[in-house]
């Protein structure tokens, strides 16, 4: 008889295992059930403030693999159904199907947790109110149309974070005056160091936003329902769409009460394997903590790359193979109109927050040759160990071909090598694409200097 895998959440981890799975057993092996309480599966959420700034001409671009495409490839997929609880030692979840709201029990052999993280929304007065939303869902970037239907003309984004970033960028691009209130003193403070992110700053007030550093958000005025207005301790911004964007926190909370444990970032605890320490429980994606591979701790880093492979991993194993997940180093790329951002690893105050004696040193370069039409000039920070000279991290700000030679420091931070070996490498060159010294290569020898 087919053993039976339930996976709960049809999005990048939970349909990544599911494909992986399947690709690796015959139905007559491994019977495939997968719930997911919204009404798509497989949709790329990175996509979302390119669909809501046009960029992306319709939502259906952005599902990768319908219902119907998982059920015809021996996957049953079952929309609009939400698992409601775990019973570890009975082996089964509860599912309720939220058309007809009627409840059964499902019977796993092996079980697979894919609920992925919800937005942070404070308790703040006024923020379930009509206008006031966060973009985590192909049903929210239709909210964002209607009401742009309904002629908003101002935006408010709260938070400037990746996301908040590339929803102000989208906003902006649909013709709305835009502001961005961030309680820190700089855009992408958690993840930039603050000389780092004084570029994006002046990006983002030289396309017209409106952006208030250091400003704390108190809650919405609203009046007959509608959001009029975004508090703040510096006073009010008038506003018809506010879009929230803090960051996101992993959904446990059917774990939890089915004993599966939580770590102390706030994400369900899970091997190299992604075995949770439940027998037959596994779980991968946004709601999963994993290991930073520099600081060796578990942290929450909520990104499809993870989920993807995650999921495949899961999926391998449930399925009879191998495979492990080899940790994370938070690499991540966003842009800001023609400024691309990257970064990798530790930022020089994490790297001092972990205990790391570090040292920061940052270079000015240009994309190109400097006699090449089109050069622009890039930042790049190094972060490594003093005496060691071990690179721990890095951070790139910079006009085109800026954000993606993050991908080269992120390997070479993967691989453990120091500031000398990383200014040494054969790196490739030719006047259209950089200066005969690449900026990676002119920022790790100077890096190499210093410690
Ligand atoms: C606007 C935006 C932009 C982003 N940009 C990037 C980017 O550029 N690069 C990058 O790497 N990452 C990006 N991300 C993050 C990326 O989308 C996520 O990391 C990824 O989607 C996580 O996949 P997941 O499967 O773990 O979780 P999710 O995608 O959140 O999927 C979880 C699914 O589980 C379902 N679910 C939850 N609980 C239940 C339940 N009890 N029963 C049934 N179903 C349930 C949910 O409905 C959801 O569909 C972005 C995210 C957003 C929102």
Same mark, same amino acid.
């Given at each position: 008889?087919?053993?039976?895998?339930?996976?709960?959440?049809?999005?990048?981890?939970?349909?990544?295992?599911?494909?992986?799975?399947?690709?690796?057993?015959?139905?007559?092996?491994?019977?495939?059930?997968?719930?997911?309480?919204?009404?798509?599966?497989?949709?790329?959420?990175?996509?979302?403030?390119?669909?809501?700034?046009?960029?992306?001409?319709?939502?259906? *671009?952005?599902?990768?693999?319908?219902?119907?495409?998982?059920?015809?490839?021996?996957?049953?997929?079952?929309?609009?159904?939400?698992?409601?609880?775990?019973?570890?030692?009975?082996?089964?979840?509860?599912?309720?199907?939220?058309? /007809?709201?009627?409840?059964?029990?499902?019977?796993?052999?092996?079980?697979?947790?894919?609920?992925?993280?919800?937005?942070?929304?404070?308790?703040?007065?006024?923020?379930?109110?009509?206008?006031?939303?966060?973009?985590?869902?192909?049903?929210?970037?239709?909210?964002?149309?209607?009401?742009?239907?309904?002629?908003?003309?101002?935006?408010?984004?709260?938070?400037?974070?990746?996301?908040?970033?590339?929803?102000?960028?989208?906003?902006?691009?649909?013709?709305?005056?835009?502001? !961005?209130?961030?309680?820190?003193?700089?855009?992408?403070?958690?993840?930039?160091?603050?000389?780092?992110?004084?570029?994006?700053?002046?990006?983002?007030?030289?396309?017209?936003?409106?952006? *208030?550093?250091?400003?704390? !958000?108190?809650?919405?005025? /609203?009046?007959?329902?509608?959001?009029?207005?975004?508090?703040?301790?510096?006073?009010? !911004?008038?506003?018809?769409?506010?879009?929230?964007?803090?960051?996101?926190?992993?959904?446990?909370?059917?774990?939890?009460?089915?004993?599966?444990?939580?770590?102390?970032?706030?994400?369900?605890?899970?091997?190299?394997?992604?075995?949770?320490?439940?027998?037959?429980?596994?779980?991968?994606?946004?709601?999963?903590?994993?290991?930073?591979?520099?600081?060796?701790?578990?942290?929450?880093?909520?990104?499809?790359?993870?989920?993807?492979?995650?999921?495949?991993?899961?999926?391998?194993?449930?399925?009879?193979?191998?495979?492990?997940?080899?940790? !994370?180093?938070?690499?991540?790329?966003?842009?800001?109109?023609?400024?691309?951002?990257?970064?990798?690893?530790?930022?020089?105050?994490?790297?001092?927050?972990?205990?790391?004696?570090?040292?920061?040193?940052?270079?000015?370069?240009?994309?190109?040759?400097?006699?090449?039409?089109?050069?622009?000039?890039?930042?790049?920070?190094?972060?490594?160990? *003093?005496?060691?000279?071990?690179?721990?991290?890095?951070?790139?700000?910079?006009?085109?071909?800026?954000?993606?030679?993050?991908?080269?420091?992120?390997?070479?931070?993967?691989?453990?090598?120091?500031?000398?070996?990383?200014?040494?490498?054969?790196?490739?060159?030719?006047?259209?694409?950089?200066?005969?010294?690449?900026?990676?290569?002119?920022?790790?020898?100077?890096?190499?200097?210093?410690?």
């Amino acid at each position: 008889m087919a053993r039976r895998l339930v996976i709960i959440g049809g999005d990048a981890a939970g349909m990544s295992a599911a494909a992986q799975a399947r690709r690796m057993t015959t139905a007559g092996e491994l019977e495939i059930v997968a719930f997911e309480r919204g009404s798509v599966t497989s949709y790329a959420a990175c996509g979302l403030p390119y669909l809501v700034g046009g960029i992306v001409e319709g939502p259906e *671009r952005l599902v990768a693999r319908t219902p119907e495409q998982h059920r015809a490839n021996g996957i049953d997929v079952r929309i609009r159904h939400e698992v409601t609880a775990i019973d570890a030692r009975a082996s089964t979840v509860t599912v309720r199907d939220l058309d /007809t709201g009627r409840t059964a029990v499902e019977h796993y052999d092996e079980l697979l947790i894919g609920t992925g993280a919800s937005g942070i929304a404070p308790p703040w007065p006024g923020i379930d109110a009509d206008g006031v939303l966060q973009l985590r869902t192909l049903a929210d970037a239709a909210d964002v149309e209607r009401l742009l239907g309904a002629g908003a003309r101002r935006a408010v984004v709260v938070g400037a974070g990746y996301i908040g970033l590339e929803v102000a960028e989208g906003l902006l691009g649909r013709g709305l005056a835009v502001t !961005v209130v961030e309680r820190l003193d700089a855009p992408m403070g958690a993840v930039l160091d603050a000389d780092m992110a004084a570029p994006v700053a002046d990006a983002m007030r030289a396309a017209g936003i409106d952006l *208030r550093l250091g400003t704390a !958000v108190t809650g919405f005025t /609203t009046v007959d329902g509608r959001v009029t207005a975004v508090e703040t301790a510096a006073g009010p !911004v008038a506003a018809d769409l506010v879009v929230i964007g803090l960051g996101v926190r992993p959904n446990i909370d059917l774990a939890r009460a089915a004993g599966i444990r939580v770590g102390e970032a706030g994400g369900i605890i899970v091997d190299d394997h992604l075995r949770t320490g439940t027998p037959h429980v596994w779980a991968a994606g946004d709601c999963v903590e994993s290991r930073h591979r520099i600081t060796g701790r578990s942290v929450v880093v909520a990104l499809g790359t993870h989920a993807n492979k995650q999921g495949r991993v899961a999926g391998t194993n449930i399925a009879g193979g191998d495979a492990a997940f080899a940790g !994370v180093l938070g690499t991540a790329i966003t842009r800001f109109r023609n400024l691309e951002i990257g970064r990798t690893g530790l930022t020089e105050r994490e790297a001092g927050a972990a205990g790391f004696d570090a040292v920061g040193v940052t270079t000015e370069a240009s994309s190109r040759a400097q006699y090449y039409p089109g050069a622009q000039p890039m930042r790049i920070k190094i972060v490594a160990e *003093r005496r060691t000279g071990r690179l721990l991290g890095a951070q790139i700000v910079g006009g085109d071909g800026a954000g993606k030679r993050i991908d080269v420091l992120a390997t070479a931070l993967w691989n453990g090598m120091t500031v000398e070996e990383v200014g040494g490498m054969d790196l490739s060159y030719a006047p259209p694409f950089s200066p005969v010294w690449d900026p990676v290569l002119l920022a790790a020898g100077k890096a190499a200097a210093k410690v």
